[in-house]
């Protein structure tokens, strides 16, 4: 199975700041989603095949990466995105997920 | 609108059964794979299964394989999952998942989630 890391596991950031979390694989694939899941509710798809962002996603949201290490940024950090967000690989099932990044308010 | 609605949750103990529900709504069911995505309380996300769209392919995690059978009805629009042999760290909050991948059994990750089913397993 491909095993997905993310660094930091939390981090404390400010409305206004520069976020990114880190996402590694064990191997080389293609195909890595990010997801934000916010306390109670349902993970939500943010950016799919690295750097493709979903409809309605804000463009403070970008994705890039390639090979077996890739980045989760988001560029000014919103009241709303306080959350833990989630990396997902696509290239081979099991469909294996990080163990998450909770970004918290300084 | 995308809907997932996901059922059958409860309390059971260990050793016995329980078959979870999920009724979609809002897309062409039949042309995706769909999934069963779990969460501890507090935890991270483990996906449990997942299903072609025509049944052809059908997928286990390893933690689950051999206990959980995955089934989808099409004309019904719903997606199911049939646990037994259950085990206390079966214990979660498990979610319906739809692919974002139009066809065959390939993934560009899960673009509708349901709001979930808690399963607890205890005596």
């Known amino acids: 199975d491909i095993q997905m890391t993310q660094s930091p596991s939390s981090l404390s950031a400010s409305v206004g700041d520069r976020v990114t979390i880190a996402c590694r694989a064990s191997?080389?694939?293609?195909?890595l989603n990010w997801y934000q899941q916010k306390a109670g509710k349902a993970p939500k798809l943010l950016i799919d095949?690295?750097?493709r962002l979903q409809r309605g996603v804000p463009s403070r949201f970008s994705g890039r990466g390639s090979e077996a290490d890739f980045t989760l940024t988001i560029s000014s950090l919103q009241p709303e995105d306080f959350a833990t967000y989630y990396c997902?690989?696509?290239?081979?099932?099991?469909?294996?997920f990080g163990q998450g990044t909770k970004v918290e308010i300084k | 609108e995308v809907q997932l609605v996901e059922s059958g949750g409860g309390l059971v103990q260990p050793g016995r059964s329980l078959r979870l529900s999920c009724v979609a709504s809002?897309?062409?069911?039949?042309?995706?794979?769909m999934h069963w995505v779990r969460q501890v309380p507090g935890k991270g996300l483990e996906w449990v299964s997942g299903?072609?769209?025509?049944?052809?392919?059908?997928d286990y995690a390893d933690s689950v394989k051999g206990r959980f059978t995955i089934s989808r009805d099409n004309a019904k629009s719903s997606l199911y999952l049939e646990m037994s042999s259950l085990r206390v760290e079966d214990t979660a909050l498990y979610y319906c998942?739809?692919?974002?991948?139009?066809?065959?059994?390939?993934?560009?990750?899960?673009?509708?989630w349901g709001q979930g089913t808690l399963v607890t397993v205890s005596s």
């Open positions: 998942a739809k692919d974002s991948h139009y066809g065959d059994y390939q993934s560009t990750g899960f673009d509708y």
């Open positions: 809002g897309f062409s069911f039949d042309d995706y794979a």
């Open positions: 299903i072609s769209w025509n049944s052809d392919t059908i």
């Open positions: 191997q080389r694939i293609t195909g």
């Open positions: 095949a690295e750097f």
């Open positions: 997902q690989q696509s290239h081979t099932s099991p469909w294996t």
